[in-house]
Nanobody, 125 residues
Framework: QVQLVESGGGLVQAGDSLRLSCAAS????????MGWFRQAPGKERDVVAVISWNGGNTYYADSVKGRFTISRDNAKNTVYLQMSTLKPEDTAIYYCAADSSFLRLQFGLHGVDYWGQGTQVTVSS
């Protein structure tokens, strides 16, 4: 079992930066690919970024490429999402996810192993 707890969300202005953290419980954290997803009101949950178990492979949605950076610290059981040049359209609830399959996270397939509860990010114009 893996439990995921996100933190770092908040209200910021357009152009600002924000770093989200996702702390995972369990000794098997380093064996999972990790991802960040987001869901805006009235929209589906979409993948934002994914990182492989050792950080050697990453994936970004086109909408955040060049602005967001995903990273992980396996010694701290934590994955991060550094967000810069934030836009109002980045406003959403951001969810952390863990899965044994990088591709399942990348393609947002059903059956992702674990989800966090989410953290709200609001970007004002």
């Amino acid at each position: 079992q893996v439990q995921l707890v996100e933190s770092g969300g908040g209200l910021v202005q357009a152009g600002d930066s924000l770093r989200l953290s996702c702390a995972a419980s369990g000794r098997t954290f380093s064996s999972y690919a990790m991802g960040w997803f987001r869901q805006a009101p009235g929209k589906e949950r979409d993948v934002v970024a994914v990182i492989s178990w050792n950080g050697g492979n990453t994936y970004y949605a086109d909408s955040v490429k060049g602005r967001f950076t995903i990273s992980r610290d396996n010694a701290k059981n934590t994955v991060y999402l550094q967000m810069s040049t934030l836009k109002p359209e980045d406003t959403a609830i951001y969810y952390c996810a863990a899965d044994s399959s990088f591709l399942r996270l990348q393609f947002g397939l059903h059956g992702v192993d674990y989800w966090g509860q989410g953290t709200q990010v609001t970007v004002s114009s």
